[in-house]
Nanobody, 114 residues
Framework: VQLVESGGGTVQPGGSLRLSCAGS????????MSWYRQAPGKERELVAT????????NYGDSVKGRFTISRENAKNTVYLQMNSLKPEDTAVYYC????????WGQGTQVTVSS
């Protein structure tokens, strides 16, 4: 099983980034997919979740209206579009797959700084 995140980097406040997470080795289309993040000295927090069919989404309060989660089951990929980024969005972002068990990616760093 592998989850490989990409798309992280450094961006100025107000900018945008799009994260991708490619899954392999499991039935991707049957799994709930989520993005989590962890900032230095803080606990890991849920950013966004999308159901297996992509029909329902849920967001953490701090990112509502700015971030959008989506998925392409044909490509075994989940995305996180991040707009209007703020310095407090700086964190390592992790991809998660859940269906009875949890799978995690290695994380990708997002830094929002001027």
């Amino acid at each position: 099983v592998q989850l490989v995140e990409s798309g992280g980097g450094t961006v100025q406040p107000g900018g945008s980034l799009r994260l991708s997470c490619a899954g392999s080795g499991f039935a991707f289309s049957s799994y709930i997919m989520s993005w989590y993040r962890q900032a230095p000295g803080k606990e890991r927090e849920l950013v966004a979740t999308i159901t297996s069919a992509g029909d329902l989404r849920n967001y953490g309060d701090s990112v509502k209206g700015r971030f959008t989660i989506s998925r392409e089951n044909a490509k075994n990929t989940v995305y996180l579009q991040m707009n209007s980024l703020k310095p407090e969005d700086t964190a390592v972002y992790y991809c998660n797959a859940f269906r009875r068990v949890n799978y995690w990616g290695q994380g990708t760093q997002v830094t929002v700084s001027s």
